[in-house]
């Protein structure tokens, strides 16, 4: 069974308006995190934001906030105020238990901001 | 801070050659890292971690005589792809988790390696 499912394959957003990539995430542990990427088409990933299953408070980087909801087991990345260089791919993941040191990761989100 | 360098980033070779990857922790020392596989439009796929000093770890499915890893130090891991075929052909990302440990795991991801087997 799939740990982490990412629904959207593609989504085209006008910029300036606000986008929400959902994430939902399979697991028993009670202590796991759950992390968003970025990867534009040069292939780097760069780390955008990480919610642990014991914060109480949803993570926020500027315009990057993480809704989570953990009875649905749900950690959506909300992007404010959408630029043209949000366009990437998007990939959530998670990294499950206290000393398990893997991160599994979604097939990703591909976000197309339109000018 | 916290940057990982791979090297080289894309490489050429013919079927049948090896190919080493190297994956540096350029101002950090890394207990652990992390090799993944990324075929065009598909998610990144766990292969292996390697801890310093000791065997990797291999994720089901994956050869271990095929992808060979060295964690030698505290900043350095390899790669190698043995026997290379045009199956083989790739992204290859590595990540590495600092030292320090901090409470979130974060990895630091390099900037990949593409290969290309003909």
């Known amino acids: 069974a799939q740990k982490i499912t990412q629904t959207q394959p593609g989504m085209f957003v006008q910029e300036k308006e606000a986008v929400t990539l959902d994430c939902t995430y399979d697991?028993?542990?009670?202590?796991?995190?759950l992390f968003w990427y970025k990867q534009p088409s040069s292939g780097e990933m760069i780390f955008l934001i990480y919610?642990?299953?014991?914060?109480?408070q949803n993570a926020t980087e500027g315009r990057y906030s993480l809704n989570f909801q953990k009875a649905r087991k749900s950690a959506n990345l909300v992007i404010s105020a959408s630029q043209l260089g949000d366009s990437a791919m998007y990939f959530c993941?998670?990294?499950?238990?206290?000393?398990?040191?893997?991160?599994?990761f979604g097939k990703g989100t591909r976000l197309h901001i339109l000018p | 801070g916290a940057v990982v360098s791979q090297h080289p980033s894309w490489v050429i070779c013919k079927s049948g050659t090896s190919v080493k990857i190297e994956c540096r922790s350029l101002?950090?020392?890394?207990?652990?890292m992390f090799w993944y596989r990324q075929f065009p439009k598909q998610s990144l796929m766990l292969m292996a971690t390697s801890n310093e000093g000791s065997k990797a770890t291999y994720e089901q499915g994956v050869e271990k005589d095929k992808f060979l890893i060295n964690h030698a130090s505290l900043t350095l891991s390899t790669l190698t792809v043995t026997s290379a075929h045009p199956e083989d052909s790739s992204f290859y990302i590595c990540s590495a988790r600092p030292y320090s440990g901090r409470v979130n795991n974060e990895q630091f991801f390099g900037p990949g390696t593409r290969l290309t087997v003909l």
């Open positions: 993941a998670m990294r499950e238990g206290v000393r398990d040191d893997k991160i599994i």
């Open positions: 919610q642990g299953s014991y914060d109480e």
């Open positions: 697991t028993s542990d009670q202590s796991y995190g």
């Open positions: 101002d950090f020392q890394a207990t652990t």
